[in-house]
């Protein structure tokens, strides 16, 4: 993998910032144009889209900073860190909006310029739908869970105001201006279980959870396409962040030497860098009498 790309990284979480900024600006005129509580909804929710571009800057950073002393397996973590922290800030924005919302049933009052408001909503919602694609790209493809959960959540905000801005346009038509205050809430529902969905998604990668199956179906084949392996067991697996954590025990026979079983370690090694560039394998070499079971072809 290009040496660049954790540069690459940061840059576009900058950029996330950056957009986000440009977004609530468009959204917070479009509410003040209007004084519609949906609108007001969204451009809550766009605050929040700003603490999570910051958050996934500063996990990046700290993702990035090599090994340590305290820290042997990398500082990987921060970005699963870091998106639980923003899946508890995007139900934190549920929970304003929906009291927004109940403010708005008790004294309900219909929006003023809807079809100005509309329109600018419209604009930061084009640019949202553009750069939450770019965000879940690289992050895929990085292994970014800070850039993955920084997108998502702005595809979130891309549906929410789209209803929004449809909920707007119905209660301009229909002069039900409680009918706002009931958008509203919806968005606060929406919200409040994106949020959910973001942290139960990254607990996942603090709790060390193994590879997916077809990672692991690749591992497997891997390690075992070597002809001088007698025979591996107790395989384990886990993610954190881009790296991914492969140890296992290698059966050789009792006769060969460390030079020997030293060679088909690094062989082994290197099969599994190459299919995995971010991968760290450890082995444990035993002697034949150890093994538990044939090896499988």
Same mark, same amino acid.
């Given at each position: 993998?290009?040496?660049?790309?954790?540069?690459?990284? =940061?840059?576009?979480?900058?950029?996330?910032?950056?957009?986000? =900024?440009?977004? &609530?600006?468009?959204?917070?005129?479009?509410?003040?144009?209007?004084?519609? +509580?949906?609108?007001?909804?969204?451009? *809550? %929710?766009?605050?929040?889209?700003?603490?999570?571009?910051?958050?996934?800057?500063?996990?990046? #950073?700290?993702?990035?900073?090599?090994?340590?002393?305290?820290?042997?397996?990398?500082?990987?973590?921060?970005?699963?860190?870091?998106?639980?922290? +923003?899946?508890?800030?995007?139900?934190?924005?549920?929970?304003?909006?929906?009291?927004?919302?109940?403010?708005?049933? =008790?004294?309900?009052?219909?929006?003023?310029?809807?079809?100005?408001?509309?329109?600018?909503?419209?604009?930061?919602? =084009?640019?949202?739908?553009?750069?939450? #694609?770019?965000?879940?790209?690289? $992050?895929?493809?990085?292994?970014?869970?800070?850039?993955?959960?920084?997108?998502?959540?702005?595809?979130?905000?891309?549906?929410?105001?789209?209803? *929004?801005?449809?909920? *707007?346009?119905? !209660?301009?038509?229909?002069?039900?201006?409680?009918? /706002?205050?009931?958008?509203?809430? &919806?968005?606060?529902?929406?919200?409040?279980?994106? $949020?959910?969905?973001?942290?139960?998604?990254?607990?996942?990668?603090?709790?060390?959870?193994?590879?997916?199956?077809? %990672?692991?179906?690749?591992?497997? #084949?891997?390690?075992?396409?070597?002809?001088?392996?007698?025979?591996?067991?107790?395989?384990?697996?886990?993610?954190?962040?881009?790296?991914?954590?492969? /140890?296992?025990?290698?059966?050789?026979? $009792?006769?060969?030497? *460390?030079?020997?079983?030293?060679?088909?370690? /690094?062989? &082994? %090694?290197?099969?599994?860098?190459?299919?995995?560039?971010?991968?760290?394998?450890?082995?444990? !070499?035993?002697?034949?009498?150890?093994?538990?079971?044939?090896?499988?072809?």
């Amino acid at each position: 993998m290009p040496t660049t790309t954790p540069n690459l990284t =940061l840059r576009i979480a900058v950029g996330s910032l950056a957009v986000s =900024l440009i977004v &609530l600006a468009i959204k917070f005129t479009a509410y003040k144009l209007t004084g519609s +509580v949906a609108l007001y909804s969204d451009a *809550v %929710e766009s605050i929040i889209n700003i603490a999570t571009a910051a958050a996934a800057i500063v996990a990046i #950073r700290i993702a990035a900073q090599p090994a340590d002393a305290e820290h042997p397996f990398g500082h990987h973590k921060a970005e699963y860190l870091t998106a639980v922290i +923003v899946g508890a800030l995007i139900m934190a924005a549920g929970a304003a909006i929906l009291h927004q919302a109940w403010q708005g049933f =008790l004294s309900p009052q219909l929006p003023d310029a809807p079809l100005l408001g509309i329109a600018v909503s419209t604009l930061a919602t =084009l640019l949202n739908v553009a750069w939450s #694609r770019k965000l879940i790209t690289h $992050g895929k493809k990085h292994r970014s869970a800070a850039l993955v959960s920084d997108g998502k959540h702005l595809m979130t905000d891309v549906f929410t105001s789209l209803g *929004v801005i449809a909920g *707007v346009a119905l !209660v301009a038509l229909t002069g039900l201006a409680v009918l /706002d205050s009931l958008i509203a809430a &919806l968005v606060a529902i929406h919200v409040l279980h994106s $949020g959910w969905e973001v942290i139960r998604d990254n607990t996942s990668g603090l709790l060390d959870e193994a590879v997916p199956a077809q %990672e692991l179906a690749l591992i497997t #084949r891997i390690i075992n396409s070597n002809p001088k392996v007698m025979e591996t067991h107790d395989l384990r697996t886990r993610h954190a962040g881009k790296a991914t954590f492969i /140890d296992f025990h290698l059966v050789v026979p $009792g006769t060969m030497t *460390v030079a020997e079983s030293h060679t088909i370690c /690094d062989d &082994l %090694e290197h099969a599994l860098k190459q299919a995995l560039p971010d991968s760290q394998t450890t082995i444990h !070499v035993e002697p034949e009498h150890k093994a538990k079971h044939p090896k499988s072809n």
